[in-house]
């Protein structure tokens, strides 16, 4: 299939200063036998293509798969509409370039094929249910009998959606979170930045088994070699300690586009934040910890180590007025989305 020639760009939803939403396309290069409505099922860009998702064939010898050689990354919906698709998209070829991989397309490419995809899939999106949208990119595949870093053809491209698990996540706005520190460390930026989306989650991966296997709903955060805090899996942490919001610098951590966003919503509620190294004793005698990710938004923390936080409810008071503040930013009620679920 030939990728359209033209886009057109309408005017944003919601018309909310600094909030990117998404751009309507033209959807008439999509054929009837590619869309939902045809097919039941979604579909998936995949090299130059729309199609049902599963027609999606990844080679076996696909260097994603058989060694972790890609990058992705991931944004969400808030009512159908995409959430900073073009601060994502941004985020992404960062990571393209730092592996050396040439995705094929411009990154106002990627963007709109980013909107096609999600365009195609919204009809079998029900009314107060939400996506993540992805984009994925690997360096190809092994060229059989070449060399290490041969390849056969170009980068295979993936732009997905999925829906947001927001009935397994819901009882985390009514109860809180609960955070163990695993004994896996996390890879520290002199090996391979953090800053970069890869494929290689194995690091992130075993650390959160270790904890859920102690604790099913934990959500791990690890410590670097030095004994600081970084990250978790898709989540970022966050300390209030006597009204300042501390958060650990960036190059020991993927700066996460809601880690950005929870950001800018102190700067609106006018609280301080700090980015700086944070260790064990900053984590137990914080007065509040939030984590921040694509799909909670923000998400009060109840417990550290099996310690109480603060009074041990769902989210503390700057907490609450940062959620707040970022329900307004984004002109929809993520929170009660969640908690809806709870009633089902």
């Excluded at 995809?117 to 990119?137: C, F, I, K, M």
């Excluded at 930026?189 to 800053?195: G, H, I, N, T, V």
């Excluded at 966003?261 to 137990?284: N, Y």
Aim: proline share 6%; glycine share 8%; charged share 25%.
């Amino acid at each position: 299939m030939r990728r359209p020639s033209e886009l057109r760009k309408s005017q944003r939803f919601g018309e909310r200063p600094g909030v990117e939403l998404h751009y309507r396309y033209r959807q008439d290069w999509i054929q009837p036998a590619m869309t939902t409505a045809a097919t039941g099922e979604r579909v998936a860009y995949f090299n130059g293509e729309i199609m049902p998702e599963s027609e999606v064939k990844v080679p076996f010898r696909d260097r994603g798969f058989k060694y972790g050689d890609a990058v992705f990354d991931m944004t969400r919906t808030f009512g159908h509409k995409i959430f900073k698709i073009e601060t994502h998209i941004s985020r992404f070829y960062n990571s393209l370039r730092y592996v050396d991989i040439d995705p094929g397309m411009s990154e106002e490419e990627m963007v709109a094929r980013s909107g096609e995809v999600l365009e195609a899939n919204l009809d079998l999106l029900g009314p107060d249910e939400d996506y993540w949208v992805g984009q994925r990119v690997s360096r190809g595949v092994d060229l059989v009998g070449g060399d290490m870093w041969e390849t056969a053809g170009g980068p295979n491209v993936i732009i997905e959606c999925a829906p947001l698990p927001l009935k397994p996540r819901a009882r985390l706005y009514k109860d809180g979170m609960d955070v163990l520190v695993p004994s896996v460390r996390r890879v520290p930026p002199e090996s391979l930045s953090p800053r970069a989306k890869s494929h290689n989650y194995l690091n992130l991966i075993m650390a959160d088994m270790e904890a859920k296997s102690q604790d099913p709903e934990a959500w791990a955060i690890l410590l670097d070699t030095r004994g600081f805090l970084t990250e978790g899996i898709g989540s970022n942490i966050f300390t209030i300690k006597d009204g300042v919001i501390y958060t650990p610098q960036e190059q020991y951590v993927l700066g996460g586009i809601s880690r950005e966003t929870a950001i800018e919503m102190a700067e609106r509620i006018d609280v301080p934040v700090v980015t700086k190294d944070l260790d064990l004793f900053d984590a137990m005698t914080a007065d509040e910890i939030f984590l921040t990710s694509t799909s909670l938004c923000i998400c009060g923390v109840r417990s550290f180590q099996g310690r109480q936080i603060g009074d041990g409810v769902a989210a503390g008071p700057i907490t609450k007025a940062l959620m707040d503040a970022y329900v307004d930013f984004v002109d929809f009620d993520w929170i009660g989305q969640y908690l809806k679920r709870l009633e089902d």
